[in-house]
């Protein structure tokens, strides 16, 4: 079982960037399957982009181009740089995988002028 931390949300403006890390309890290297989720109030997770150990990374649709999700197996963390932000990127973003006990406390991603 693992436990993740989230950091590195703010308030950007549009255009701007941020990069937030994922920092797991145990090594990251055995685990298949790691994501990044956003939620809004009142909904439930919903996947962004995810990244398998064998190096395979998908994205939805809105943030391809624009997000690059990335692991750092000596550190534990895994990472989403995000690029070009729009307000519509506003939300909480978590970190998550099979193994995890839980959900975290997640970062507050706003982005707004």
């Known amino acids: 079982q693992v436990q993740f931390v989230e950091s590195g949300g703010g308030l950007v403006q549009p255009g701007g960037s941020l990069r937030l890390a994922c920092v797991a309890s145990?090594?990251?290297?055995?685990?298949?399957?790691m994501g990044w989720y956003r939620q809004a109030p009142g909904t439930g997770h919903a996947l962004v982009a995810t990244?398998?150990?064998?190096?395979?990374?998908n994205y939805v649709d809105s943030v391809k181009g624009r997000f690059t999700i990335s692991r750092d197996n000596a550190k534990n963390t895994m990472y989403l740089e995000m690029n070009d932000l729009k307000p519509e990127d506003t939300d909480v973003y978590y970190c998550?995988?099979?193994?995890?006990?839980?959900w975290g406390q997640g970062a507050q991603v706003t982005v707004s002028s």
């Open positions: 998550n995988a099979p193994e995890a006990v839980n």
């Open positions: 990244s398998s150990s064998g190096g395979t990374k």
């Open positions: 145990t090594s990251i290297s055995s685990i298949y399957a």
